[in-house]
């Protein structure tokens, strides 16, 4: 070994001598578990002094490439090649644990994983089954297009202006009055969430919501800096309001019709008031109305429909009633605020699939889309009896629930706190291949309910995984 550090070199001594013994490591020169002479002899060898070849071997032992045995000297680590993998390779764990978004609950990450498999009973999940989508209409559908190239190419911002257009005619049934440069068409509702998100409000802003939300198993505002804020809508409302508000940015997020995880459906009252505490404390809202079109009796109108200020924002989705897979929603809104969307919606996915739309729109103006929706409702009208059937005769004793008045869910409560947040209950329900929705991920305090879904498994699926829930509800209950 005869080299030594080059004193006329722009990096110091220390630096070269970690240099260098990595590149006897890297080499193969020093194979793990060789041990190295002595500092004295190290220093002598490099001409330098002992303590810069100490703090040389201190770095490389803070590197994982070397280990000091206490009396017997310093070696190679038996994990040296590892060691220098990490030195050459970016760290992207601490990429990915300093980013924006933040990782979901790990229950609801289990959730995506075991809802993509074919053995499992979903009694959570928020979709139809395959068998009430209609596939074969929509593959008619396609046959029955005729695609102009321009179909095939990038959508405009805002999207389809005959989508948009036939989407005014479709929501004036609702009493909402828009023209197509208030709409913005997006993939889904969760990404006009984010767009929201980004594009309109600052950080450090307060969403203002109900305790029990959807919100709180997606992360599209907290991932950005927001401040969620679970209230009461009681008499105390206009009064909670300001004082949690203060100076800031806010607004509240509301899904008056169907509501997720509960299934409550809001009273004419009831919007009207949130409508109006909120326009006098100038906070705007946002509707989340993916679900009015399942609800077994006529809908009352939204809060859109009352708003002649633009302070409703208002979401619609075909992603629960059509197909989840088109992935076609829109967003209703002020034009100032539709514009700022659609030109970020533009720099993050250059528009939602233009053939998508081009279904959507076809069946809207071809009446093929309510003609559907009056089927959809009777099936799941018939799934939700069905399952409220097996409830009372299974779960009368140790849960409650309301009679479902349509989309997708029972809001089951059961009379002990048998749905942990340690997921003791959800494990042993997948253990048994049955995967739940537990209400811990909708609010964190929530150790009583679970959002049973009756939409997507089948009626033997259905029945055979109520009859395992039962029983290990059971056995939890026995233990409490």
Not at 76 to 105: C, F, G
Not at 260 to 274: A, D, F, G
Request: charged share 20%; glycine share 6%.
């Amino acid at each position: 070994m005869s080299w030594q550090p080059n004193r006329q070199s722009d990096s110091t001594l220390q630096q070269q001598i970690v240099q260098w013994v990595t590149a006897q490591v890297e080499r193969g020169d020093w194979a793990a578990g060789t041990k190295l002479p002595t500092q004295r002899q190290l220093a002598m060898q490099f001409g330098v002094n002992r303590s810069t070849v100490q703090q040389a071997l201190e770095e490389l032992k803070a590197m994982g490439i070397l280990e000091a045995t206490v009396g017997s000297g310093v070696y190679v680590t038996r994990n040296s090649w590892h060691a220098l993998l990490q030195q050459t390779q970016p760290n992207w764990q601490n990429y990915i644990e300093s980013s924006l978004h933040k990782p979901n609950y790990h229950t609801i990450q289990l959730i995506n994983e075991y809802e993509q498999r074919d053995d499992v009973i979903r009694l959570g999940t928020g979709e139809l089954s395959p068998s009430l989508l209609p596939t074969e209409e929509i593959e008619a559908s396609l046959r029955e297009l005729s695609l102009q190239p321009k179909a095939l190419g990038y959508s405009s911002p805002q999207g389809n202006d005959q989508l948009r257009a036939a989407i005014c005619d479709y929501v004036q049934k609702r009493g909402i009055e828009a023209e197509p440069q208030n709409i913005c068409i997006v993939s889904g509702a969760l990404q006009a969430l984010q767009l929201i998100a980004v594009g309109l409000l600052e950080q450090g802003s307060i969403v203002f919501q109900e305790p029990t939300s959807y919100l709180n198993s997606v992360h599209p505002f907290q991932s950005v800096g927001m401040q969620m804020i679970g209230i009461q809508r009681d008499e105390q409302l206009a009064q909670t309001l300001s004082q949690r508000k203060r100076k800031k940015q806010a607004v509240f997020y509301a899904i008056p019709t169907l509501h997720n995880p509960t299934n409550y459906v809001w009273t004419s009252l009831e919007k009207k008031q949130l409508y109006e505490v909120c326009q006098a404390e100038r906070i705007p809202i946002i509707e989340d109305d993916v679900y009015h079109e399942l609800l077994f009796e006529d809908p009352l109108p939204p809060i859109k429909a009352m708003d002649s200020s633009g302070q409703v924002l208002y979401i619609g989705s075909v992603s629960k009633t059509l197909s989840p897979g088109l992935r076609i929603g829109w967003l209703i809104g002020p034009t100032t605020v539709i514009e700022r969307l659609a030109d970020i919606k533009m720099q993050t996915d250059y528009g939602s699939s233009a053939i998508s739309q081009e279904i959507v729109l076809h069946w809207l103006r071809s009446g093929k889309y309510e003609e559907h929706l009056i089927r959809l409702r009777q099936q799941l009208q018939n799934r939700a009896d069905f399952t409220e059937r097996i409830l009372q005769e299974k779960f009368r004793g140790v849960a409650d629930w309301h009679k479902p008045k349509g989309g997708f869910y029972i809001w089951l409560k059961f009379h002990k706190p048998v749905v942990v947040v340690d997921k003791d209950l959800f494990v042993k329900l997948l253990q048994r291949r049955v995967l739940i929705n537990p209400g811990y991920i909708y609010d964190l305090q929530d150790q009583h309910h679970i959002r049973l879904s009756y939409a997507y498994a089948t009626y033997e699926e259905l029945e055979e995984g109520l009859e395992i829930l039962h029983e290990c509800v059971m056995e939890a209950t026995d233990i409490l």
